[in-house]
């Protein structure tokens, strides 16, 4: 596997320069069959990222602009009244939406309103789609990959936490470096024009996700995953923050962590998750799972403040 994973990330550093962490969670959450939210401001390269690992893992990509006029039949698709075989005769026939797909990047999610919201959860969740009293199995893998602008919210609708909890990872993509940059400036603006190749199928894929749920975990590391979760709650939570959070993670954090810290050993080539891959998950499996009290935040504390202290207690 870690053969493999070099291959995919050489691949995907053909069109993207820098990112290697977010490229890194990426593949985590794919592996461990789990969405993710991007959180980053315009222009960082977070649609072509996604495109990228779509095609190197030879999956089905569709990208859904969001938008506030956007209806739930936008996404899912509707039944259409066609001509039948016989003459005279008319039946429903289905439309599939761009939500059938391996890989959706749910563009700027956050600007579509709960109606639509609640459309793409279901899809989320269950992995289907319902259309009157028809229900519709979406294509296996199939992945939610979304983005979010988190400065600009006029004209946002803001995700419930039901919504939220239901991504596995919260992903941050900041600026690249000085030297990415440079690359970045020098490489892209001229007459070629690189293209990745594939280099994993889905079926690949799906035996990569199956073997991920049969690596072994030790003991040290569930107590660690279960102390980490438990500490992170405002009741019967690590005393230093405890009254800071007005709610913590639930055990679909403890889930993500586990799946997560498996995924990790994979592609490193381990048959193992240690301590020290709970630890570098804390972050994108936690911050949209935490909430600070009003005066936490008056006071000046952060989630990822929190967050330090929740994993300093894991060394």
């Not at 592996?31 to 030879?58: C, D, F, Y």
């Not at 700027?108 to 969740?125: C, D, F, H, V, Y």
């Amino acid at each position: 596997m870690r053969t493999l994973h070099a291959q995919l990330r050489a691949e995907v550093a053909k069109v993207i320069i820098g990112q290697d962490q977010v490229i890194e969670e990426l593949l985590i959450a794919i592996l461990s069959r789990g969405h993710a939210l991007l959180m980053g401001v315009p222009g960082l390269a977070k649609t072509t990222m996604v495109h990228a690992l779509a095609e190197v893992m030879s999956l089905d990509f569709n990208r859904i602009q969001f938008t506030p006029d956007l209806m739930p039949s936008d996404i899912t698709g509707t039944d259409i009244l066609q001509e039948a075989d016989q003459p005279g005769k008319r039946a429903f026939v289905f439309i599939k939406g761009p939500l059938f797909a391996n890989i959706v990047l749910a563009d700027e999610i956050n600007r579509a309103p709960q109606k639509t919201q609640s459309a793409l959860l279901e899809a989320m969740q269950e992995r289907q789609v319902t259309i009157g009293d028809e229900t519709h199995p979406l294509p296996d893998p199939f992945l939610v990959l979304a983005t979010q602008n988190p400065i600009e919210q006029e004209g946002t609708y803001p995700l419930p936490e039901a919504q939220l909890d239901r991504f596995l990872l919260e992903i941050d993509v900041g600026y690249p470096d000085r030297a990415a940059e440079r690359r970045i400036l020098l490489e892209t603006t001229g007459a070629a024009e690189h293209r990745p190749q594939a280099v994993m199928d889905t079926e690949g894929l799906l035996s990569a996700q199956r073997l991920v749920r049969r690596l072994p975990v030790g003991e040290a590391v569930v107590d660690a995953i279960l102390d980490l979760v438990r500490a992170a709650r405002p009741v019967g939570g690590d005393a230093a923050i405890a009254d800071k959070l007005l709610w913590g993670p639930g055990p679909r954090a403890s889930q993500a962590l586990m799946l997560g810290a498996r995924a990790r050993a994979l592609l490193q080539g381990r048959l193992s998750p240690s301590i020290d891959d709970v630890a570098d998950l804390v972050s994108p499996v936690f911050r949209h799972r935490m909430a600070l009290n009003f005066t936490a935040r008056a006071e000046g504390h952060t989630v990822e403040s929190a967050i330090a202290r929740l994993r300093d207690t894991l060394a």
